[in-house]
């Protein structure tokens, strides 16, 4: 079964295309890896499916339902959460606040139960504090760090707050938008561990964009290879390493031959 | 002995959100050589260009240790401005072209590094058009509207009308097809070896670079991972280990079976 | 007089007191294409020149020119200095901290020449001879049309100057792209300061001439205030639109003050920009900006 | 944990403090306590909407005005109880705050500036205009506030009418940042596109970050018409806005205890100008009577200007660092995610 389906996605500014025609599929449970050089149209992949831009032909399934139309705030409340390339917290506010903004579409309290913040609100927000602190915060290795403002904080642990931001809302589709990029080895291993044992425990279905090609081979069960917004190639890492054509596209073509090599 | 072009030693990058982008990075540029700068996203190739054109205090970044010198001086604390006019020419990634101008009136901007050397001239503008010239047809048109490969031309002969010592080429094959990368990887080629530009080239395309540069550098994570000339690196298996992780050593990397 | 000579009376007045507006959005356009500050002080830095001719062509009784000059410079230096301690200081900053700084920038301005000079209104020399201007049978103030004239003049060398002059070229590429400006080698901060000076040099003429055609108030800067809305919706980047939008609500001002009872004629600047931001919500000429993310 | 709860500790002692200041504070004092209390809804209005959500309005004045008028109005020809009226005028307030800002509060930040600043003109100009209501430049003048056989027309009972509802419009605000709602208006202030993709509707939230500090202006506007029992259009011009705005930016942006300190300090300023003006001009000869508005202008201008540049957290800031011995860390950029695309 297919959690997310994409098909025949086309998107274009202004005339330029970033995306023609790519069909992705990512299957229920599984962790699909979204590869190709700079440029190739992978984020803008995830904008589409994120809500951020209305693609201009093609359609976006989660679960078999449509959901090309569907504004951004409303897809989260279907299950659908992501990371950003660029680390998007909160500056300001606490962790804590930052991993409870993720669970925002799972809570009830309006206007006016949370100025008089009584009965329903209060119990509402001690239950959200428990249930963070004993499963997103204690899984990611945050608890310590609860009270402390994010930009304090190392940027591998903002890494990691903002996947505990998107593990609050309880996915059941992730998007990790480079999760490890400007990492060492070590916090990609520990990120990479981090993102089996989700899979592992939730069960999640999780679309992968990066660029650590090791790290792709390793973790994915399916890879889609992007290239100047078409979709070149699908398949198991394996076959992705042997394809010529996602060689050539990783590593340049020689192409035409040079005028003129240098001396 | 003639100084090379541009030093870098024991250089250290680190960005405001305490990100170390960049760690003991050092290398070299001779006077009129090609040197490239190969590395995976996110591995600190874009910051070391920065560091150069002093375009990292713009970019919250600091560099916190080493020096680098251009044509035996330090040039550390000059406004970016400033080393542009000793040139030191930025061609950066993504091209930013000034859309709302003309081919012309983008040309005219790159003058401005010129400023205190000697006036404004037409010969330039006539050897970008020679370079170019696909340029000259649209030198009217908005740059808006020209195609990738034409935008990173423009890019290239805009930096080029500053008379530049060093080019600083950021991925100048970003989203262009692979005949379109030719034709302007021959070109680059053929500046360096006409005019002697010496050229500092930071690209993913690891095949294109390493056959038009006499030396390369890859950078891991910040550090530098391998050296050499291009023709060794090209045959060397780490290359091929950096972009596609199906290096030599195989399936040691297994972060599955990883504690 | 027939009805339709009252309306193009009124209109072509209207257009008229609209090139004042103009010029002040320029002035306005001006530092947000470069440094991409909402100048919501531009009103009040008009109003302080046309405060310094004054000053000089009236209380030291200095020629116009000279006096006018003089306001000129004085301008600029004070534009400089806003320049220097208040905006470069914010650099960094949201863009709304920044509106709320120019906006306190507007009061302090206000407030001294207040102090200084008290609420009453003054009249500003014969700078422009008052002789009426005939179209046909359309009688025209003769200080609004030659007003007029000189904004349109001022205006186009403005236009023009952006388009060929290689400053122009400097001040657009620093307003597109502030470090490919920086990579070109454009001394990025000293444009900044320029296109201040600048706007406040533009200022203070629209000012003297716009006192010239009414009184000098402290409250002459309301003026800007009004135009800075409609040059908002007009369209930040399009010269054009600012043209447009100023020429308009000054024509609107004159219809609403022909043919609406009360003086409605105050709010009308106002009630135009709701009506637009209800109508056509990314301005007259601006489009849905694509946001990148 | 624990900081927090000496923190509300603070907060009802102080409560306590203000509920019984009649008891022992000169008369004077209780005249500008009341001017205070009323400023402290306003003030926590703005910056639930400002501070908190990053919306800057430039037309909260006028919507004090809207309120002041409604609840006059309400008072006089309807006849309706303060604890009626004063409400209602809120209620107005707000629905007039959403008729202005609905608009441009589904595009972007800066168009809310420029609709606000059109509503402080066209309101004011209403103001003066719509006789029948609002009574043109002679305004409306209100009976002192009554109920249950309780007239308030003394100092304290005054002070007892502006003073609770203070206490508890400031609770109410404070509370909201304990929960979802405060969060979102945060997250919207801090990165609206990311706050999208959590699930948090911008439109929706947006209005109701306006037109809950719309509500606040009308109600210190109703309190404001009780407590001078006049209501004039020369009362909620464009000045009142800024003294508000300034009010927020010194106090300190997104913080109540910060509301506060800025309601404090910006209603002792014209105080303290009067006074001084009264010293010089007994060694000048000053008219200080003309002098004083436009000095007040200049000195709003200042501080806003001053408080942007050098502390843009404001007071409670400086008072936090003061307190907190620890307090070496320098401050974080007030909104540092907008700090990169100033420009667009």
């Known amino acids: ?263 | ?259 | 007089m027939s009805g339709l000579q009252v309306f193009l009376e009124y209109t072509l007045a209207g257009i008229a007191t609209g090139g004042v507006y103009t010029l002040v959005g320029l002035g306005f356009v001006l530092v947000f294409k470069a440094s991409g500050v909402f100048n919501f002080a531009m009103g009040d830095m008009m109003m302080a020149g046309a405060y310094t001719f004054y000053l000089c062509a009236v209380v030291f009784d200095l020629h116009w020119a000279v006096a006018l000059l003089i306001a000129v410079v004085f301008s600029c230096a004070l534009a400089w200095l806003i320049e220097r301690t208040v905006l470069r200081r914010m650099m960094g900053q949201p863009v709304i901290a920044v509106v709320m700084a120019t906006f306190g920038i507007g009061f302090v301005l206000r407030g001294i020449a207040a102090i200084a000079f008290g609420s009453e209104a003054y009249q500003l020399p014969a700078l422009l001879p008052r002789a009426p201007f005939f179209i046909g049978d359309i009688m025209l103030p003769g200080k609004s049309v030659r007003g007029f004239v000189l904004t349109t003049g001022l205006c186009g060398a403005i236009i023009l100057f952006l388009r060929y002059s290689r400053a122009g070229i400097a001040l657009r590429a620093t307003a597109a792209d502030q470090i490919t400006a920086y990579a070109m080698g454009i001394n990025v901060r000293r444009v900044f300061a320029l296109t201040w000076m600048a706007a406040a040099a533009i200022g203070t003429v629209a000012g003297v001439i716009a006192a010239s055609v009414t009184s000098l108030t402290p409250d002459l800067g309301t003026i800007g205030l009004n135009v800075l809305g409609v040059v908002i919706l007009g369209g930040l980047n399009s010269v054009g639109g600012v043209i447009v939008a100023g020429l308009f609500i000054g024509w609107l001002e004159a219809m609403t003050a022909a043919y609406l009872p009360g003086d409605i004629r105050e709010i009308t600047p106002y009630i135009a920009v709701l009506a637009m931001l209800m109508i056509r919500p990314y301005g007259l000429f601006g489009t849905r900006p694509v946001e990148r993310i | 944990m624990r900081a927090t709860r000496h923190r509300r500790a603070l907060a009802a002692v102080l409560a306590l403090l203000a509920l019984l200041l009649p008891l022992y504070a000169p008369t004077q004092w209780i005249y500008l306590c009341s001017l205070l209390a009323i400023n402290v809804i306003s003030t926590v209005g703005l910056n639930i909407v400002t501070g908190y959500t990053g919306l800057l309005s430039l037309g909260h004045g006028a919507f004090m005005g809207v309120g002041a008028y409604a609840t006059g109005y309400f008072a006089i020809r309807l006849g309706l109880p303060f604890y009626l009226a004063i409400p209602l005028g809120g209620v107005v307030a707000a629905v007039l705050g959403l008729a202005f800002g609905l608009p441009s509060l589904r595009i972007r930040g800066l168009y809310l500036v420029i609709a606000t600043l059109s509503a402080q003109f066209i309101l004011n100009w209403v103001f003066n205009n719509w006789t029948e209501v609002t009574g043109g430049l002679n305004g409306l003048s209100l009976q002192p506030a009554a109920a249950f056989g309780v007239v308030f027309d003394s100092d304290a009972r005054l002070y007892f009418l502006c003073a609770v509802p203070a206490i508890g419009l400031s609770l109410f605000a404070a509370n909201l940042f304990r929960t979802r709602v405060g969060r979102a208006f945060i997250a919207i202030r801090e990165r609206d596109r990311t706050a999208e993709v959590l699930g948090i509707s911008l439109v929706r939230y947006k209005l109701a970050a306006f037109a809950l500090g719309s509500f606040y202006a009308g109600i210190a506007g109703g309190l404001m018409a009780y407590f001078f029992r006049i209501v004039t259009p020369g009362q909620y011009q464009l000045d009142v806005s800024v003294f508000f705005l300034a009010a927020v930016v010194v106090g300190g942006m997104g913080s109540i205890a910060g509301s506060l300190l800025g309601a404090a300090f910006m209603t002792l300023l014209p105080e303290v100008l009067r006074l001084l003006l009264d010293v010089v001009g007994q060694f000048f000869a000053l008219r200080a009577a003309l002098i004083l508005v436009p000095l007040r202008e200049t000195v709003f201008g200042l501080l806003l200007i001053l408080f942007l540049i050098y502390e843009p957290r404001g007071l409670i800031r400086l008072l936090r660092r003061v307190l907190d011995r620890r307090g070496a860390a320098p401050p974080p950029p007030l909104i540092a995610s907008l700090s990169s695309k100033q420009t667009r």
């Open chain 2, 1 to 259: 002995m003639v100084p090379a072009t541009l030093v870098l030693t024991g250089v250290d990058i680190r960005y405001q959100a305490s990100v170390d982008a960049v760690r003991d990075l050092s290398l070299t540029v001779p006077r009129g050589g090609i040197v490239a700068l190969l590395g995976a996203n996110g591995a600190g190739k874009s910051s070391t260009l920065n560091a150069i054109s002093g375009f990292l205090p713009l970019l919250r970044g600091r560099m916190m240790a080493g020096r680098i010198s251009f044509e035996g001086e330090d040039t550390a604390g000059l406004a970016p401005h400033a080393l542009v006019r000793r040139g030191v020419l930025h061609v950066r990634e993504g091209r930013h072209v000034f859309a709302d101008m003309t081919v012309e009136e983008n040309l005219v901007a790159g003058t401005f590094a010129l400023t205190g050397r000697r006036a404004v001239h037409r010969r330039g503008f006539d050897e970008v058009y020679g370079y170019f010239p696909i340029l000259a047809q649209r030198r009217k048109g908005q740059a808006g509207y020209l195609s990738g490969g034409e935008q990173q031309m423009l890019a290239i002969g805009r930096a080029l009308v500053a008379e530049p010592r060093l080019m600083l080429l950021d991925e100048p094959s970003l989203g262009l097809a692979p005949r379109v990368v030719a034709e302007i990887f021959a070109i680059i080629a053929r500046i360096n070896r006409e005019k002697g530009t010496s050229i500092l080239l930071v690209e993913q395309n690891a095949v294109m670079a390493l056959g038009c540069a006499q030396y390369a550098y890859v950078l891991e994570n910040g550090r530098v991972a391998a050296e050499g000339s291009g023709a060794s690196l090209a045959a060397d298996a780490s290359i091929r280990e950096l972009y596609l992780g199906v290096g030599a050593d195989g399936a040691a990397r297994s972060f599955r079976d990883a504690p």
């Open chain 1, 1 to 263: 079964m297919s959690a997310l389906e994409v098909c025949d996605l086309t998107l274009s500014f202004g005339g330029i295309s970033a995306l023609s025609g790519v069909s992705i599929v990512a299957a229920d449970g599984q962790i699909t890896a979204v590869i190709g050089p700079n440029g190739a149209g992978k984020t803008s992949f995830f904008n589409v499916v994120s809500g951020f831009y209305r693609p201009t032909a093609g359609r976006v399934l989660l679960d078999g339902r449509d959901i090309t139309a569907l504004p951004p705030h409303r897809r989260p409340a279907l299950g659908i959460a992501r990371t950003f390339q660029n680390i998007a917290l909160f500056h300001g506010m606490t962790v804590l606040d930052n991993i409870k903004l993720g669970a925002h579409t799972q809570l009830q309290t309006g206007l006016f139960g949370a100025g008089l913040f009584l009965g329903h609100a209060r119990r509402e927000e001690a239950e959200l504090t428990r249930r963070i602190q004993s499963d997103v915060a204690g899984f990611l290795e945050l608890d310590t760090h609860a009270d402390k403002e994010v930009q304090d904080l190392p940027y591998g642990l903002q890494r990691r707050v903002e996947l505990a931001r998107a593990l609050a809302a309880r996915p059941k589709l992730l998007l990790l938008d480079e999760p490890v990029a400007g990492m060492n080895r070590e916090e990609k291993q520990a990120m990479s561990r981090l993102i089996l044992d989700i899979r592992r425990q939730w069960g999640t279905t999780i679309l992968l964009i990066e660029h650590d090609m090791g790290m792709v081979m390793d973790l994915s069960d399916h890879v889609a290879v992007l290239n100047f917004g078409r979709c070149i190639a699908t398949g198991t890492p394996d076959e992705m390493g042997r394809n010529q054509e996602v060689i050539s596209a990783y590593l340049g073509e020689p192409g035409a031959p040079l005028a003129g090599q240098a001396a």
